[in-house]
């Protein structure tokens, strides 16, 4: 099974801020790399997947980049709805796996 | 716009079965595949299952493989997921999940299943 593991688990951030959060794979998954957002008590939300194609709707300030092993989420100028769990998964081969989440608060 | 909602969850002893619905619209059902993902409380994501969108080809992860079984009904907009000889560790909401274009994997809201000793 592919491993994916995020870092860093959390992070403390400002509005207005930039956040980065870093995706590692066990081994190369292409391009095939997505990212979710979940505020508690809710479901997850797509923003991003094969790496760097935004969800319709979701607010361009969220970017995604990377390839093979290393992938990253990027949120530019942080807004105060962005404070959430963010989970990246990998979709190249069975089964598909996921981080373990990178909470931003 | 992509629908999907869950519904089936509840308590359940240990031993026993439950199958989950899923309903979709907004969209071809017959041209998509579904994914099953579960998330135990306070935990992560954990992939479950997956269909193709000709209902024929499946995948399951090991964790539940023999005792879960994923399909899907296109006559009916259905996503089921049959779970047998279900365990305390299978207590989890569990999502459905459309296959999108892209691997894009698009979540309903969840349900809840509590299996008890």
């Known amino acids: 099974d592919i491993q994916m593991t995020q870092s860093p688990s959390s992070v403390s951030a400002s509005v207005g801020d930039r956040v980065t959060i870093t995706c590692r794979a066990s081994?190369?998954?292409?391009?095939?790399l997505g990212w979710s957002q979940q505020k508690a008590g809710k479901a997850p939300k797509l923003l991003i997947y094969a790496t760097s194609t935004l969800e319709s709707g979701v607010p361009s300030r969220f970017s995604g980049r990377g390839s093979e092993t290393l992938f990253t989420l990027t949120i530019d100028n942080l807004q105060p709805e962005d404070f959430a769990t963010y989970y990246c998964?990998?979709?190249?081969?069975?089964?598909?796996?996921f981080g373990q989440g990178t909470r931003v608060e | 716009q992509v629908y999907l909602a869950e519904s089936g969850g509840g308590v359940v002893q240990s031993g026993k079965s439950l199958r989950l619905s899923c309903v979709a619209a907004?969209?071809?059902?017959?041209?998509?595949?579904f994914h099953w993902v579960r998330q135990a409380p306070g935990k992560g994501l954990e992939w479950v299952a997956a269909?193709?969108?000709?209902?024929?080809?499946?995948e399951h992860a090991d964790s539940v493989k023999g005792r879960f079984t994923i399909s899907k009904d296109n006559s009916k907009n259905m996503v089921y997921l049959q779970m047998d000889s279900l365990r305390v560790e299978d207590t989890a909401i569990y999502y459905c999940?459309?296959?999108?274009?892209?691997?894009?994997?698009?979540w309903g809201q969840g349900t809840l299943v509590t299996v008890s000793s």
């Open positions: 998964y990998q979709a190249n081969s069975f089964p598909w796996t």
């Open positions: 999940a459309k296959w999108g274009d892209n691997r894009a994997l698009k």
């Open positions: 081994q190369g998954v292409g391009g095939w």
């Open positions: 269909i193709y969108y000709d209902g024929i080809k499946k």
């Open positions: 907004g969209f071809t059902f017959s041209n998509y595949g």
